[in-house]
């Protein structure tokens, strides 16, 4: 017999930052054992019941309106060299209820220098602590009163950084980069990144999610800059200087954490959809990949309008690429920003789109944008729905296997932060730090928690209290109540039990599953056990399911029924035939951990006949060595990731077998990871010649995962093939390759040198571990005048006052690397002049680790002199 944790696959590996909305790149390795999990702060091993019990238990309340903004208007101007916002700020205010005399703004690091009342003219009484500026009004403001507040300031956003989370890793709110023009590779920036609460950095406002506003942002900036803010580009206006001036304006109130600017040097590419205007901001070497980088946007809106039953509701739709970027992407109101790992050239691209990513964002502009979560306690409220657009557009777009693999994806990354970081409601009232909320329990569980919503109700209802929800609460904030009347409203079904076992309580369930047959009377009995559910988790939890009944002829039924005792027998009678598999969770949409009592062959039955992805997955990998048998059937199957889990089951003691069919899957099936994953196969096997089959590869393919694989082998084989190749791929589009050039090239010519250093300078963060990695590697042992030329280099990498956190740090640890590999010489050899350039490296390393004033790098290089 055979036991399997369903779900908890382990071949399914999830890498993320929880973000403001979506998750960054999967960076492969590291320059050191340690710096990837130090730079992207990875969740640390803590026992469940422990993590659940350290949470304070202050309750977190919503903010308390006692004004509201109705307007917020902001003209502004920037200052490159000090990296400050010269702004004035008009807010139009107006009591939420009762009179008022007093608004306090929140403002953080400000200059304030006016305020007056613009109606009147009348310079106003303030008092402002560097957080808070405290406006005395010229008179109490009663019932739909208004006044208009302008207010004079500097913000200084760079002067006054108090850290980050995880999710977002900086909160400065505004941010320059290469204001000054210095680094030939990247491109001079300005854009902003709100969320949670850091607009109040570049401009006075209420910095909660429960006020809206509507807004208009005037930006005057150099004419050769394009610029990006929400609602419409209503006038553009060359100026005499040399400047432009661009007023956007938003009439549809929405939170402030939505504002946004951008400013830089684009492609803009204009599109529309009925008459919706589009628009894609992309480098300009990005230009011929603009529209396909945001693949399908006019599709995905057509989609979600229908779906939801609720027009698209705001003016525009921009989405804009910037460098550095805090986080993964931002769901501005019609103006979402992304980092710059989703800029790829159109090779890139293969299999590696950015839908998911689109799709979360847009999904923002009902869930989030439209109806905000009134709290960041109700995160799930903006993040569950737009982690499940996800899923709900892999199912409309590319069919239900990828949509239920990418749902493994979402549960497997929220099993993992349960199992190593702790577990927490879904809605969570006693948070320590707001920035907790963006984690998997916001993002994953809450998509997985609405699927379970949608399979319990149909989909019918399901998408009707959806679109009831968005009508009854637009232009507002809401919490879960709002939502589950919604859907009780609809159905007309009480729907407390499901909220609050999955909303408002912990964890999920641990089923254990017994399944027996009694053939003579065509019985099968299921014994659920819910007992091992871990503690401090809800218990029991109501289960509905549809168990599944699979039959040698092929066919297969389904079986309502309800779990909802902690122990629970489930009788399934009168069975048309004897059974040859079962699966308690037939249709795969309950979140839990299933342990279950089926023999191999059970789960080789399973693996022919049920048609979901998931259970082919548990099934092959349940049967271990056992699954030769199924090799086959999955090599042919019609799902990606199914042949590579096949081909990746071949053992070198099969493979002899399947070499004609894995050269002809390396070259021919149209997935660039089954083409790889055979290429990898072949590579391993002993006396088989991958030279023929890697320089038809290097022919052939586009896909880079695949390229790579065979690179590296012509590489190893053929070292003086290497120059050649690089000389090919020196000026391609993409940097995808370099790490792969940085690890095969031995020679130190300044070709090499140069090739090398400009990739070091500017190469995207997808590819910067990997590249610094083998960069390191290549210098180890290298001559002195290299190790010179090279140490300069990096210094100028590692001390640049405005260049990417990570790319600095790689460069210090690379010098550090350089000084170490000098002493070892010099002990080794006795070589003084190595001993000499090894202190002149250290002094480099001391000087950046001086000067450095990011924080989180300074907390990173720790005890470094």
């Given at each position: 017999m055979a036991t399997l944790t369903r779900f908890y696959i382990v071949f399914i590996l999830v890498t993320g930052f929880f973000s403001c909305k979506s998750k960054q790149p999967v960076v492969y390795t590291a320059p050191d054992d340690n710096m990837e999990e130090e730079l992207l702060d990875t969740l640390v091993i803590s026992d469940v019941a422990a993590a659940m019990d350290s949470l304070p238990k202050e309750y977190r309340a919503s903010a308390t309106l006692a004004y509201d903004i109705i307007h917020t208007r902001l003209d502004l101007k920037f200052d490159w060299q000090k990296q400050h916002v010269i702004g004035k700020a008009s807010l139009t205010v107006a009591p939420y209820f009762k009179p008022v005399k007093e608004v306090s703004?929140?403002?953080?690091?400000?200059?304030?220098?006016?305020v007056k009342d613009a109606s009147s003219g009348k310079i106003l009484t303030y008092t402002y602590d560097n957080q808070k500026l405290k406006i005395e009004l010229s008179s109490t403001l009663k019932g739909k009163e208004t006044a208009v507040l302008d207010i004079n300031y500097t913000a200084r956003p760079n002067e006054n950084v108090t850290g980050g989370s995880e999710a977002i890793t900086s909160d400065k709110g505004l941010f320059f980069i290469d204001p000054l023009d210095q680094d030939p590779d990247v491109p001079s920036q300005i854009w902003t990144q709100g969320e949670t609460e850091n607009n109040s950095r570049w401009f006075p406002t209420f910095d909660k999610p429960n006020e809206r506003f509507s807004q208009e942002i005037i930006l005057t900036v150099d004419k050769k800059?394009?610029?990006?803010?929400?609602?419409?580009?209503?006038?553009?206006?060359?100026?005499?200087?040399?400047?432009?001036?661009?007023?956007?304006?938003?009439?549809?109130?929405?939170?402030?954490?939505?504002?946004?600017?951008?400013?830089?040097?684009?492609?803009?590419?204009?599109g529309n959809w009925k008459g919706l205007p589009l628009s894609y901001y992309v480098e300009k070497p990005y230009a011929p990949y603009a529209e396909k980088i945001f693949d399908h946007t006019p599709e995905m809106l057509e989609f979600f309008s229908n779906k939801l039953n609720y027009p698209y509701p705001w003016d525009k739709y921009g989405q804009i690429i910037v460098r550095d970027f805090v986080s993964g992407a931002m769901e501005n109101t019609g103006a979402v920003v992304f980092g710059d790992f989703v800029q790829k050239t159109e090779r890139e691209l293969i299999d590696d789109h950015n839908d998911n990513i689109v799709a979360h964002e847009m999904m923002h502009h009902w869930f989030g944008d439209l109806v905000t979560c009134e709290s960041w306690s109700n995160l799930t409220l903006n993040e569950g729905f737009a982690n499940y657009a996800e899923y709900l557009w892999n199912e409309h777009k590319y069919g239900r296997d990828m949509a239920d693999y990418h749902r493994l994806?979402?549960?497997?990354?929220?099993?993992?932060?349960?199992?190593?970081?702790?577990?927490?409601?879904?809605?969570?009232?006693?948070?320590e730090d707001k920035e907790q909320m963006f984690d998997a329990h916001s993002y994953n569980k809450g998509g997985l928690v609405l699927h379970m919503l949608r399979a319990y109700l149909g989909d019918e209802a399901f998408f009707a209290a959806l679109s009831k929800y968005l009508k009854d609460n637009e232009g507002t904030s809401v919490e879960t109540d709002e939502l589950r009347m919604a859907f009780e409203d609809t159905t007309g079904e009480d729907l407390n039990w499901f909220f609050d076992q999955w909303f408002h309580s912990v964890g999920h369930p641990l089923l254990e599953v017994t399944y027996t047959y009694n053939p003579d009377g065509k019985v099968l009995l299921i014994e659920v056990d819910q007992s091992k559910t871990p503690t401090g988790f809800h218990r029991p939890f109501i289960l509905p399911v549809e168990v599944a009944v699979f039959y040698g002829d092929g066919s297969v039924t389904y079986h309502p029924a309800t779990i909802d005792e902690e122990k629970e027998r489930i009788l399934i009678e009168d069975l048309k035939a004897d059974p040859v598999s079962f699966i308690l969770d037939g249709r795969n949409d309950i979140l839990a951990l299933i342990n279950e009592n089926k023999t191999p062959e059970q789960y080789k039955a399973q693996f022919r006949l049920s048609p979901n992805v998931a259970d082919k997955i548990t099934a092959f990998t349940s049967t271990g060595e056992s699954n030769a048998d199924l090799i086959d059937l999955a090599l042919a199957d019609k799902f990606y990731a199914i042949r590579v889990m096949g081909i990746s089951a071949i053992t070198d003691s099969l493979a002899t077998g399947y070499i004609g069919t894995l050269k002809e899957m390396a070259i021919k099936d149209p997935h660039s990871s089954v083409r790889g994953t055979a290429l990898s196969v072949l590579l391993r096997q002993e006396g088989f010649d991958p030279l023929p089959l890697c320089k038809q590869i290097l022919d052939t393919e586009k896909a880079?995962?695949?390229?790579?694989?065979?690179?590296?082998?012509?590489?190893?084989?053929?070292?003086?093939?290497?120059?050649?190749?690089?000389?090919?791929?020196?000026?391609?589009?993409?940097?995808?390759?370099?790490?792969t050039f940085a690890g095969l090239i031995e020679d130190e010519s300044p070709e090499t040198l140069d090739y090398l250093e400009s990739k070091a300078r500017k190469v995207n963060i997808n590819y910067m571990f990997d590249f610094f990695t083998n960069y390191g590697t290549y210098l180890n042992s290298k001559s002195l005048p290299?190790?010179?030329?090279?140490?300069?280099?990096?210094?100028?990498?590692?001390?640049s006052a405005n260049g990417n956190v990570y790319r600095k740090y790689l460069a210090v640890s690379t010098l550090i690397k350089i000084a170490e590999d000098l002493r070892s010489r010099q002990e080794s050899t006795g070589d003084g002049n190595a001993g000499e350039l090894a202190g002149s490296v250290s002094r480099m390393i001391a000087d950046i680790v001086k000067n450095e004033s990011d924080p989180m790098l300074r907390e990173r290089y720790g005890d470094i002199k």
């Open positions: 703004l929140d403002a953080i690091g400000f200059i304030i220098h006016e800059y394009a610029t990006l803010s929400n609602g419409r580009l209503i006038s553009s206006t060359v100026n005499g200087d040399g400047s432009r001036t661009d007023h956007w304006k938003q009439d549809r109130p929405h939170a402030p954490y939505l504002a946004m600017i951008a400013v830089g040097d684009y492609h803009v590419q204009q994806e979402e549960l497997n990354g929220y099993m993992t932060q349960v199992y190593t970081g702790g577990a927490r409601s879904l809605i969570d009232y006693h948070y880079y995962p695949v390229l790579q694989l065979a690179l590296e082998a012509v590489g190893s084989a053929d070292p003086i093939a290497v120059r050649s190749l690089m000389k090919k791929y020196a000026a391609d589009d993409s940097d995808y390759l370099a790490g290299t190790l010179q030329r090279s140490a300069e280099f990096l210094k100028s990498i590692g001390g």
